[in-house]
């Protein structure tokens, strides 16, 4: 048990170093840069409470967008914007250290200071950010079905003689949402004076759409080498329509290995935690005793090698 306690304090003083490294380079560096832009002497802006709590999770914020963005990924912001929430990046990591504090405290309460207090936080920090995951594929989902149609429009509002902003200016007010506040905003973009190539690109990194990386590539191609842009959005749009057809087709035929993959799976983790949570005592023995313990590693590595099996045989690209 006196192992237990430090193994915990370790990793929460861990955690917080974590914490406190993350936010100091961004510190500095915020600091270099009020230091440029000092006001005169003796003006002195006093800052609100808001602000004055925002600002270390901006700090956070910012230093984690950095990283992502040297690793190539995408940032915090740009993760929310695909998701559609209305969320600041210093909203979010402030909803994320507010699940990390809840779920820790929830923990210590019900089971004292022990492993269960880092797993619950650890886990209560990952929560939002698998929302937002979740958020994304369903908006990503919704956009890709409304681009047949999308396309269809864009191609007879070509054929009238509409120039191609025009047209995409109809279809945004023609169209429900994802795609109408896409168009929208590319439209804005472009009346400030943004070119439609750079609009159009913009508008692919914020959905993560394969089939409109498709469109927006065959629009700068022809802009570039010229064509009739009407037929090629129709061939496109075939080619769409063909392919959710062939997906929802596969979706029917393996919904019922996919949910028993997940039941298999999600079962036996379902029944050990209400066990664990009801009984601890009772289940308690499955992480003292080392036959628990290896009965517990052997389950896991089961559960992970069937699930993995299950979505590789269901899961086609087409």
């Known amino acids: 048990m006196p192992g237990i306690i430090i193994f915990a304090t370790l990793a929460a003083i861990g955690v917080l170093m974590a914490s406190v490294a993350l936010a100091l380079p961004a510190r500095v560096q915020a600091a270099d840069e009020t230091d440029v832009a000092r006001p005169a002497p003796g003006y002195r802006r006093s800052q609100s409470l808001r602000e004055r709590v925002n600002r270390p999770f901006e700090l956070l914020a910012?230093?984690?967008s950095q990283r992502r963005r040297l690793n190539g990924g995408l940032t915090l912001g740009e993760h929310l914007i695909r998701a559609n929430l209305k969320l600041r990046p210093a909203e979010f990591v402030m909803i994320q250290v507010g699940f990390l504090i809840g779920w820790a405290v929830v923990s210590l309460v019900r089971f004292g200071f022990g492993p269960q207090f880092v797993v619950s936080g650890v886990v209560g920090y990952l929560?939002?950010?698998?929302?937002?995951?979740?958020?994304?594929r369903q908006r990503l989902r919704a956009l890709n079905r409304q681009l047949p149609d999308t396309l269809s429009l864009l191609s007879n509002a070509l054929k009238a003689g509409l120039s191609l902003p025009q047209?995409?200016?109809?279809?945004?007010?023609?169209?429900?949402?994802?795609v109408a506040d896409e168009l929208s905003r590319v439209i804005r973009e472009m009346n400030i004076g943004s070119a439609t190539e750079r609009a159009l690109a913009g508008m692919v990194r914020r959905t993560g759409s394969e089939d409109l990386d498709l469109i927006v590539?065959?629009?700068?191609?022809?802009?570039s080498v010229g064509g009739?842009?009407?037929r090629i959005l129709d061939s496109i749009s075939h080619t769409i329509r063909q392919?959710?057809?062939?997906k929802g087709q596969i979706s029917a035929m393996t919904a019922q290995a996919r949910m028993s993959g997940w039941v298999i799976t999600l079962l036996p983790v379902i029944v050990a935690t209400i066990l664990y949570f009801i009984t601890p005592t009772y289940f308690r023995a499955m992480f003292s005793d080392r036959v628990g313990i290896l009965?517990?590693?052997?389950?896991?590595?089961s559960i992970f090698v069937g699930n993995f099996f299950i979505r590789r045989i269901v899961n086609f690209r087409v």
């Open 127 to 136: 929560v939002p950010m698998r929302y937002v995951k979740y958020r994304q």
């Open 295 to 301: 009965l517990l590693f052997l389950a896991s590595v």
């Open 167 to 178: 047209a995409l200016d109809t279809v945004a007010r023609n169209t429900a949402a994802p």
């Open 217 to 223: 590539t065959a629009i700068g191609i022809q802009a």
């Open 62 to 64: 910012e230093r984690s």
């Open 243 to 246: 392919r959710i057809q062939i």
């Open 228 to 230: 009739n842009l009407a």
